[in-house]
Structure formats: structure tokens, C-alpha cells
């Protein structure tokens, strides 16, 4: 593939999911697939026995569905589900449910290598007392057993109840929610969308009490722009929390479809992600760590050499590997076609009028970053002259450049990797030398103000920008010239600080002196805490909470609002609630 993403040509708009290159909702997520919905089609052996779907709203609601007799499957019994179940990309009409059989999560999966047949059930309460859908799906060993539905004929704008079965066994039961109808003006659905942001969960550097508050949140929405697992050998001050160990140790990194699919089952078996996956549907994209620490297209880790260096032919063997193990540990909408080191994710979903979701992937199409430092801090000089580099291709710059212009709602929200806004720094102070991060927006400077010029002129109501990567949460105003303070804010940006994650750069006193001599953009700063960032959307106005959490080195610890931002409809820039 070329780095400009020219391999993904545009599709046709869905009216309620964009995804570009791959539009057709309608298609299977995966090759793996096979769903029967219950609208009088009779089902087989291992399949649920249930009435027509009537639903909660019926006049004269159906006598409840009830699951036949359980047949047992050979090699199928108690904790075949210990990854938990998940759901995710959510549409007015449908959702898409996942989970994967696995009762050896860190050791192959432990599963027969045949199919399983799986079946599910989405019911209006969590009783599963009026079922609305069900069906059996298939979990194929070449797709390590993972299943993914994509269920429709749901109703906008409200909560469904979701569960497995394997044969005799049955999964926890997960909590969802449609998005509002297409159209639907910006009250509706109580006319507001609560969603967390998230992101960099290094399972090795703590526990992660963040995830315990988001499910006792039950938001809307959660939001995850990017390394869900690390790829780093085992190496943990917990004894319980040390990586798995890969194929080839030393090399400090992950490579084969074995080693991905090892550390996403250690990942995914954690309960309190599993709570925050069962709270709620997920939007997920990733970042670098899902493959490998700051690659970039088809080039792996700046700095890398010897064993640990790769040319593009290998690199794309082992993105390959990581793209297809991603899909099969995600609830998203997806198409799938192993052995390809190619997969589409970036994608747009609308909740009503109220609020346009684009969903960015800046690793898989961008250039290097200029001056291919190791530790990616080097001259801003290189980011400002890098008039070639882009973070996101030329087909995806322009898929959300056309969203944004013909964007109708309230809001228009773009969830993205690497820190938007400029940052930079001496070392020493008032040394003269201007350094930054290359590997964030930084080094793709030209980029950036295409990007950010593109969100001005589109004229798209209510832009804000959703970020992580840096460990530390940030509230920053976005301008298309940072060199110029006096032009207008076209856009405010959150970046969420880490799940558990260490913050990599000096002292929170030391950025904040920088910040107040070189970065007047930057309006919030703080880095010594672990958390997410939890958003309420109403039509007036964006409120976002900023939360930390007390000790990551507690499996258990109290979680509380550090501060809050709000930003008023029609009024660019963030203030102080």
C-alpha cells in the first residue's frame, strides 16, 4: 500500500455510519460470520427456541423467549467466556456484539480446533425476559474463536441487554446502547450523550480502578484512541501483572499472530476492563502500541537495529498479524481479510442531531517522522518543514474534510491519537534550542494546519478533538497558526491522560513553566495522575470531568473529578465550570 492511503478508495455514505473505503454496513464484519435473526426462521439444534419477536412495546407482549434444553459441545464447558463479552459501533438500528471462546486466554485460546457454534440474545431488560433478537453465530479457530454480530433492527436511542451461550454454558450479560435516529433533533433521547474517553492502558505499570469507574458511570459511549495492550517483554514491580512472554523474548516487542492474540487474552481478562466493556458500547481505534512503539505505515520503531530492525516486507508480516488479532479482540465494524497487513477502521458515526463521532486512524497511512530519532524528541525546525508528511493519508484527510463540511449536527467531535495542539520546550529553559515530540502532531506541522484550517472552513458547528497518547490530560485551544495567539480558536481539544500508563516526560512544574513561556494555547496541564475524561453533550453545552485516580498500585482505588471544562454552544474555546 502507498502512505498516502491511496489503496482505500471512497465508498457511499451510509445515512448513520461513514466508514470511507468500506461503507457497506450491510456486509458481514468479518468472513467468519454466520447470523440467523428469529423473524420466523427456524433455527438448529444448538440454536435458542424463541417466540416471534414482539418486544417491550408490544400491545400485548409475547409470552418471554426461553432458551431450549442446552446440548453440550465437547471441549466446551465453564470459563470458555472468561474474556468477558463487549459491544460496540453503535447505529440508530443496531450494534455490533463480541466476544471470543477462550478458556486458556494467555495460552492459545484452549479451544478445539473445529467450529463452535455460539448463540445470543438481545432482550429489552437484562432479565432477558422480552428478547428482541436472537441468533447463533459461528467462532472459527483461524479467527481464534471470536464472534462478532452485528445485530439490527434494534430502536434508536435506548438500552438492550446482550448474552452468549456456548453449549451448556452461559456468558455474562452486557449492557448497551443504539445511537438516536437519524434526523432526530438534539433533545432527542434526553437530549444529551455521556461518553468516557480513554486511552494507553500499560497492563504492566498498575491496575486499572479507571475502568471500575467508568462501569459504574454506565455512559453512553466509551471512546478509545489507541493502546489498548503494549507489546513490551515481561517486566512488572507486580508479580500478577508481568507480560506474557513472546515468541522471540528480548527483542522488547511482539511479532506473531500468537504473541498478539496471548497479550490481548492477559489484557481482556482483567475485570475491571471487563466491567467497563460490559457497561457499555465501545468506539475503539488504535494507536502505535497495538503493533509496535512509533511506527509508521509499513516502517517499524525509529531506532531500531539488528534483530530488532525490520524492512517493510517483514514489518508488514507483523502488522499484518497485530491488524487481525486488534479485530478479533474489538467490537467494531470491520472487514477482515487475514494475512493482509491492511484493515480500514477510520469511520464516522451520528448520534442524531446532536453529535458527528469521526473516528481517526493516524498510524496506518502516515509518513515517518522527519529526523528518525529514537526517542522521537528533536528540533521543531523538522516538524515545520515537513510539507510532505501526513498522519492520515491524503483519502482519509479528505473523507473527514467532507464529513465535516456536510455535518448537520451540533457537535462534531474527532477522536484522534497523538496530542493536536503545539508543544513546545528548551531544555534548558531559555536555551534557544525549540524541541518537541516529532511523533505527535508536531512533526507533521504543514498536516496538522490542513487538518485544523479544513475544520474552520468547513464551518462545522461545535468542533472539538479527542486525544491521548501523552499520559497526561491536557485542555488546549486549537488554532490554525499556534505562532500567532491573536487568531481566532477554531477548535478545542481534550487529551485524556492514561488508564495506567507512566507519564514519560519531566516534571508536571517543569511543563507548566513551559507552557506559560512557549505554549499560551494550552489552558490545563497535569500529569502525575492516571484516569479518563468523562463528557455529558447537551445542546447548549459540552461538560467535561477530568478524573483521577488515587493509587494505580491498588487493584481497588477511589476515583474523583480533578477539574471540569465546559464549552458553550457557538463558542469556541473551553472555560473553567
Known amino acids: 500500500m502507498t502512505s498516502d492511503g491511496a489503496g482505500a478508495p471512497a465508498g457511499q455514505n451510509h445515512p448513520t455510519t461513514d466508514r470511507g473505503a468500506v461503507s457497506d454496513t450491510s456486509r458481514k464484519t468479518g468472513p467468519h460470520r454466520r447470523s440467523l435473526l428469529l423473524g420466523g426462521l427456524g433455527l438448529g439444534a444448538t440454536a435458542l427456541a424463541v417466540a416471534a419477536c414482539g418486544g ?26 472468561g474474556l468477558g463479552v463487549a459491544s460496540g459501533d453503535p447505529l440508530p ?80 450479560v452486557g449492557r448497551t446502547r443504539t445511537a438516536a435516529a437519524p434526523g432526530a433533533g438534539p433533545e432527542a433521547a434526553g437530549g444529551s450523550l455521556a461518553f468516557a474517553l480513554v486511552s494507553c492502558q500499560d497492563f504492566q505499570n498498575g491496575y486499572w480502578p479507571a475502568f471500575d469507574a467508568i462501569a459504574a458511570d454506565r455512559p453512553d459511549l466509551v471512546v478509545h484512541v489507541g493502546d489498548y495492550i503494549y507489546e513490551y517483554d515481561p517486566d512488572s514491580k507486580f508479580p500478577d501483572r508481568r507480560h506474557t512472554t513472546p515468541q522471540t523474548p528480548g527483542l522488547d516487542q511482539l511479532q506473531t499472530l500468537a504473541d498478539y492474540r496471548n497479550r490481548y487474552g492477559q489484557y481482556k481478562a482483567d475485570p475491571a476492563l471487563q466491567a467497563a466493556h460490559r457497561a457499555a458500547p465501545w468506539v475503539v481505534t488504535w494507536d502505535d502500541h497495538e503493533v509496535e512503539n512509533n511506527y509508521a505505515n509499513l516502517v517499524d520503531e525509529p531506532g531500531d537495529t539488528g534483530a530488532k530492525h525490520q524492512d517493510p516486507a517483514t514489518f508488514a508480516r507483523q502488522r499484518a498479524a497485530a491488524y487481525q488479532a486488534y479485530y478479533e479482540h474489538m467490537p467494531i465494524r ?58 492520515a493519508g491524503a483519502a482519509q484527510e479528505k473523507w473527514l474534510q467532507d464529513g465535516l463540511a456536510g455535518s448537520r449536527t451540533r457537535w462534531n467531535l474527532i477522536a484522534q491519537q497523538t496530542m493536536m495542539a503545539q508543544l513546545d520546550g528548551q531544555l534548558p529553559p531559555g536555551s534557544g534550542q525549540m524541541l518537541t515530540n516529532l511523533d505527535q502532531n508536531d512533526g507533521y506541522r ?60 519531566v516534571s508536571d512544574e517543569f511543563v507548566r513553566d513551559n507552557n506559560t513561556r ?60
Request: aromatic fraction near 8%.
Open 334 to 391: 470491520a472487514t477482515l481479510h487475514p494475512g493482509s497487513p491492511d484493515l480500514q477502521i477510520y469511520r464516522r458515526l451520528t448520534f442524531g442531531s446532536l453529535a458527528t463521532l469521526n473516528v481517526m486512524d493516524t498510524r496506518q497511512y502516515r509518513t515517518p517522522a522527519p529526523g528518525n530519532f529514537a526517542s522521537a524528541i528533536g528540533p521543531a525546525a523538522l516538524g515545520a518543514d515537513d510539507t510532505t508528511g501526513t498522519m
Open 93 to 172: 438500528d443496531g450494534v455490533i456484539l463480541w466476544t471470543r471462546l477462550a478458556p486458556k486466554p494467555t495460552a492459545g485460546g484452549g479451544m478445539p480446533a473445529r467450529d463452535i457454534p455460539v448463540d445470543w440474545q438481545v432482550a429489552t431488560d437484562a432479565g432477558f425476559r422480552s428478547v428482541v433478537r436472537a441468533g447463533t453465530a459461528t467462532a472459527q479457530p483461524a479467527f481464534a474463536h471470536s464472534v462478532h454480530v452485528d445485530v439490527r433492527g434494534l430502536q434508536p436511542g435506548r438500552d438492550y441487554y446482550y448474552r452468549f451461550r456456548a453449549g451448556t454454558v452461559l456468558s455474562p
Open 518 to 577: 512557549l505554549n499560551p494555547h494550552v489552558r490545563y496541564f497535569r500529569g502525575d495522575r492516571r484516569g479518563y475524561t468523562r463528557f455529558q453533550v447537551t445542546p447548549t453545552e459540552c461538560h467535561a470531568d477530568l478524573r483521577i485516580v488515587a493509587d494505580i498500585s491498588q487493584r481497588h482505588s477511589p476515583v474523583s473529578t480533578d477539574t471540569s471544562w465546559v464549552i458553550e454552544d457557538g463558542h469556541p474555546g473551553a472555560r473553567p465550570a
Open 56 to 81: 417491550s412495546d408490544s400491545a400485548t407482549p409475547p409470552a418471554a423467549p426461553q432458551l431450549r434444553a442446552a446440548t453440550p459441545v465437547p471441549g466446551v464447558a465453564e470459563g470458555v467466556f
Open 446 to 505: 504543514p498536516y496538522r494546519a490542513r487538518v485544523l484550517a479544513g475544520v474552520r472552513d468547513s464551518k462545522a458547528l461545535n468542533p472539538i478533538v479527542l486525544s491521548g497518547d501523552l499520559h497526561c490530560a491536557w485542555v488546549n485551544d486549537l488554532r490554525v497558526d499556534f505562532d500567532r495567539p491573536d487568531t481566532p480558536v477554531v477548535a478545542t481539544e481534550f487529551v485524556c491522560t492514561s488508564i495506567s500508563s507512566a507519564f514519560f516526560l
